[in-house]
């Protein structure tokens, strides 16, 4: 298997992307709540026994290591029933999460399309390389769903076990399927136009319980890097509220830990 990529920059031509998905996440103000202390069990459908399996999604080594649902491996905004228990919210401290836990979904890429768009319906945001450059996992997680899926195309969703979930679609060639377990920074899929897209690029979502947010407040989309501040995540009826808390904050958090998958966590 052969994998290209490339330095070079390519401009927006203007284009805009439009989905069927029209949920969408309140970003709320910072505010110097006390946050709740948090449980980060991985959010997985079953827990594995077995410690020997490998994590490795090379199609020849690739084991189901999560029996996800027809729903769950069909379509996109999929709630995740373990997400919220007896809590209403649950809080991600960016600055937690170590440098070699997270990787930039396609390296060197610049936004061409920005959450929201032009006809506030965009569901995340356009990257851009060049066609079938390489496109990595965000972090470490078990694939959810690898299909081509109507305006997408060729999608991927991962679920992390840090309660997010992260997609990329209008791929040219996925290398992954359900069940499959990456690595931060594995090579998940090829850059593409397939689907509803006029140029090849990454269409980059960042949901939880299968209703986008803006990227923006995980990654600083200007300088490919993790954000250094907390995210709260209130469960408001149907939807989520997502509000960002400066980095000092976390200190009202009580304990925290963000979990490293080890052989078998899924």
């Known amino acids: ?18 989905y069927n998905e029209t949920n969408t996440v309140t970003v709320l103000p910072t505010t110097s709540d006390p946050l709740p202390i948090t449980d980060f069990t991985p959010l997985f459908p079953v827990e594995l026994q ?32 373990n997400l919220i228990n007896e809590n209403k919210s649950f809080v991600l401290d960016l600055g937690m999460i170590k440098e070699s836990d997270y990787r930039f979904p396609l390296a060197g890429a610049k936004v061409i399309s920005p959450f929201g768009g032009k006809r506030k319906h965009h569901t995340g945001v356009d990257l851009k390389t060049c066609p079938d450059d390489t496109i990595v996992a965000a972090f470490d997680g078990v694939v959810r769903m690898a299909k081509p899926y109507f305006g997408y195309g060729n999608v991927i969703v991962i679920r992390h076990n840090n309660g997010l979930e992260t997609l990329y ?27 509803r897209a006029t140029t090849a690029h990454l269409h980059f979502e960042i949901r939880v319980n299968g209703q986008p947010f803006n990227p923006n407040l995980v990654f600083n989309l200007q300088d490919r890097v993790l954000n250094d ?6 469960k408001k009826g149907r939807s989520f509220a997502v509000k960002s808390v400066d980095s000092k904050s976390r200190l009202m958090a009580g304990e925290y830990s963000y979990l490293i998958p080890s052989k078998g966590a899924y």
């Open 229 to 234: 501040h907390c995210l709260l995540f209130t």
């Open 50 to 81: 077995d410690n020997n399996i490998s994590q490795s999604s090379n199609q020849e080594n690739a084991i189901s290591l999560a029996e996800f649902s027809d729903n769950e491996m069909n379509n996109v905004a999929v709630a995740d029933p």
């Open 1 to 18: 298997m052969t994998l290209s990529s490339c330095q070079t920059l390519l401009r927006s031509n203007g284009e805009t992307t439009a």
């Open 169 to 195: 679609s209008h791929n040219s060639k996925n290398f992954v399927k359900p069940g499959d377990v990456v690595k931060a920074g594995e090579v998940i899929a090829l850059t593409g136009r397939t689907g």
